[in-house]
């Protein structure tokens, strides 16, 4: 018999919401079908833990597309909800580092 796990509800946090609904459709459906699967307590397979903040439940989603990567940063630390902190669009193309400005 399956385990039966309640929906949980998404907490949107500052921008995420807005910053989501700026993105291509197939990443806004990519990002969607992930986060039904989180609420429904299932792995979607496209998530990692944010390892540089140590043992912190704060997750990622990324998404790669043609145009780029895209991340969805989360918590399920809540009991009885999914917070969304961050949804952004990845621009550094090694790793976790910055890109350098140039001096003219």
């Known amino acids: 018999m399956k385990e039966h796990h309640p929906i949980r509800p998404i907490l949107?946090?500052?921008?995420?919401?807005?910053?989501?609904?700026?993105?291509?459709e197939d990443v806004i459906k990519e990002f969607g079908h992930s986060l039904r699967d989180i609420q429904k307590g299932r792995d979607p397979g496209n998530t990692k833990p944010l390892r540089h903040l140590g043992e912190t439940g704060?997750?990622?989603i990324v998404v790669d597309e043609k145009s780029g990567t895209f991340r969805t940063v989360y918590t399920i630390q809540f009991k009885d909800a999914i917070a969304v902190l961050h949804v952004f669009q990845k621009k550094s193309k090694s790793g976790i580092a910055t890109p350098k400005k140039r001096s003219i």
């Open 58 to 60: 704060i997750l990622e």
């Open 12 to 24: 949107w946090i500052g921008s995420s919401l807005k910053d989501l609904k700026e993105m291509s």
